[in-house]
């Protein structure tokens, strides 16, 4: 019965809730940002020894910078 009285009220079940969706979210743009960065490595672009600054992915993507940095980590 306590249980759903947590999640009626919005104490830790509903913020439990919310924290899960935010990870999927989360870990589903960065899933779509390591696929653009390995196609862009595939066709060519950065091209080798280039230096790569995340504005300009971040920019083209509509994510942060942050997940773009991560995404190069992940593939490095």
């Given amino acids: 019965m306590s249980g759903v009285l947590r999640a009626r009220t919005g104490t830790p079940a ?3 809730l919310t924290e899960q969706v935010t990870e999927q979210v989360t870990e589903a743009v960065r899933e779509a940002v390591r696929e653009a960065a390995r196609e862009a490595i595939h066709t060519g672009e950065p091209r ?3 230096l790569y600054a995340v504005y ?3 920019e ?3 994510v942060s910078r942050t997940h773009v940095r ?3 980590l992940r593939l490095a």
């Fill in 14 to 16: 509903t913020s439990s």
């Fill in 56 to 58: 300009r992915p971040a």
């Fill in 60 to 62: 083209q993507l509509d």
């Fill in 48 to 50: 080798p020894g280039e």
């Fill in 70 to 72: 991560e995404a190069m």
